[in-house]
């Protein structure tokens, strides 16, 4: 299969500390949407390879289970560092293989070193607790990792959505199989190659590639103890019932159709800037970005100014490319239609071309005015960088157009009104809220995770939370003084 053509290897499984090609010989071609190149060839197993990395999984569990926390977290320490050296080589992969631009990958090996330095403080956060329940009888608790763990992760973050949950369940003493998305399969090899280098043992994390076939494949494996994924959430719907009914543990976070609210009394530079970065980072391809903006009353003034600051951003440059023609062809078919709906198309990104890139997947950013509340563009995810106008009176009528979406990830205000932002508060149904904040993620120590069909499971996948999802909890009662009393408890 050797193509000199290709830019990197081919991308083969990571199962035992070693690569190793799929065994029924399928793979596709990974097309950089950057420039149409071939980057590489990608393996697609089925779940003949899946049981070879459970098997390596389950035998590396055995003496990784038994180290302490705190020696584990050393390989992830060693790690960091040398993430922190390979920053740049990272952040090149992520724009190749994905199409951000250079910052953004940048931006996003940043925010996985920030996930690893919560991991790695794990020795003083996952400690368990200790309390005297009675004279002479304490009682305590123990973090016990749950086995092999598995981990299925979307295109639009191949480095950081990885680091939600590799580092922290790694820590607590689990074995993890991840399962890349097939689009972005590059960034993880890289990641699993310097885990070696720090001296993560073999077996501890295996990579395997493959489609639908293998994620069922996954939900079904017996040895398999818990489940996540990150996605769309017909997928996430139709994981979590059939790993649940396993009888794992599961936790399948989906779709969003972020609503933004908008009040006239915002600063309005602050606000437009903000907005302009929501629903263009990673070219509107992030489950947290702008999708709807709710404009109450007269925001005519802050309106332009998102117009004025979306016509200067340069294709290409400022903002990155599409994943996929297909991608690219489903967001201009919802554009095409809400124009037919009688909205109106104040920016139009349809067009869009970046010279000498022919051959890359590109769309501009498009700002969608008037569009009816109750229409498709407002009511769908299209995953690219839109953002829709819906124009409303009052900020109960804007609280009511967010709330009737069925996703609930992330929702913002802007205002300088304190009462407003209270009452945004208190009646906003998503997960990860915002006042005058663009983009809302909670960083560490908080959890990721949103309400409604943006996730199915208890808990968030990052955080404290984490702690609970990766571990099971032995409550261990102890009595050593011969002389304490028998209770009616103890
Ligand atoms: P996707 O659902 O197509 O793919 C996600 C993963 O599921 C990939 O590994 C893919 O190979 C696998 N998969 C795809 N179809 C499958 C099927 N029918 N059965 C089993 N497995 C399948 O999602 P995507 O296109 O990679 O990512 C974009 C979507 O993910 C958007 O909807 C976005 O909102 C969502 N997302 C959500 C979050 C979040 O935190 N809630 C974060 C990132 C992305």
Redesign the pocket.
């Known amino acids: 299969m050797a193509n000199t053509k290709m830019k990197y290897p081919e991308v083969m499984n990571y199962i035992g500390g070693k690569l190793i090609p799929c065994k029924n010989g399928k793979y596709f071609d990974k097309i950089s949407p950057v420039d149409g190149s071939l980057l590489s060839k990608v393996h697609i197993s089925s779940s003949d390879d899946l049981n070879e990395a459970v098997n390596a999984a389950q035998k590396a569990f055995i003496e990784w289970s038994d180290k302490t926390v705190k020696d584990r977290v050393q390989i992830l320490y060693k790690y960091k560092n040398l993430l922190e050296k390979y920053h740049e080589d990272h952040a090149r992969i992520i724009h190749e293989e994905i199409g951000k631009t250079i910052e953004e990958g940048r931006q996003e090996v940043s925010k996985s070193l920030e996930l690893l330095e919560f991991a790695c403080s794990m020795p003083q956060v996952a400690t368990g607790s200790i309390l005297n329940v009675s004279a002479g009888v304490e009682c305590r608790t123990e973090h016990i990792p749950l086995g092999v763990v598995a981990s299925?992760?979307?295109?639009?973050?191949p480095h950081m959505?990885p680091h939600?949950t590799l580092p922290n369940a790694l820590a607590l003493g689990n074995t993890m199989i991840l399962?890349?998305?097939?689009?972005?399969p590059i960034s993880p090899i890289r990641i699993a190659e310097l885990l070696h280098d720090a001296g993560l043992p073999s077996g501890v994390l295996n990579i395997i590639n493959?489609?639908?076939?293998?994620?069922?494949a996954i939900c079904d494996h017996p040895g398999i103890q818990a489940v996540t994924?990150?996605?769309?959430?017909?997928?996430?719907k139709?994981?979590y019932t059939r790993a649940s009914a396993n009888l794992k543990r599961v936790l399948t976070?989906?779709?969003?159709n972020n609503h933004l609210i908008l009040l006239p009394d915002a600063n309005p530079e602050m606000a437009a800037t903000n907005i302009i970065a929501s629903f263009t980072g990673t070219a509107g391809?992030?489950?947290?970005s702008a999708c709807v903006l709710v404009a109450v009353g007269d925001c005519n003034h802050i309106i332009q100014r998102i117009v004025e600051l979306a016509k200067a951003i340069k294709v290409g440059t400022d903002m990155g490319a599409i994943?996929n023609a297909e991608?690219r062809d489903r967001i201009k078919g919802f554009i095409d239609r809400a124009e037919r709906d009688g909205a109106k198309i104040v920016v139009d990104g349809r067009n869009a071309v970046v010279e000498g890139k022919e051959n890359g997947v590109y769309f501009g950013p498009t700002i969608v005015d008037f569009a009816n509340p109750n229409s498709e563009i407002v009511t769908t995810?299209n995953?690219g960088p839109v953002l829709t106008i819906v124009r409303v009176k009052t900020l109960e009528e804007a609280l009511g157009v967010a709330n009737s979406s069925p996703y609930g990830?992330g929702s913002s205000i802007f205002t300088q009104n304190g009462k407003s932002a209270q009452i945004f508060v208190q009646k906003i149904e998503a997960g990860m809220v915002g006042i005058n904040v663009g983009v809302p993620v909670p960083r560490e120590p908080f959890g990721?995770?949103?309400w409604k069909d943006?996730?199915f499971g208890t808990g968030d996948?990052t955080g404290e939370s984490s702690i609970n999802f990766w571990t099971k909890t032995k409550k261990i009662t102890t009595k050593w003084n011969p002389e304490a009393k028998v209770n009616w408890m103890s």
């Open positions: 299925i992760s979307p295109f639009n973050f959505v939600w399962k890349p998305s097939p689009a972005a493959g489609e639908r076939e293998l994620v069922e994924f990150v996605g769309s959430t017909p997928v996430a139709a994981l976070l989906g779709s969003a391809q992030r489950c947290m994943i991608s995810e995953f990830n990721f995770g949103g943006s996730k996948i």
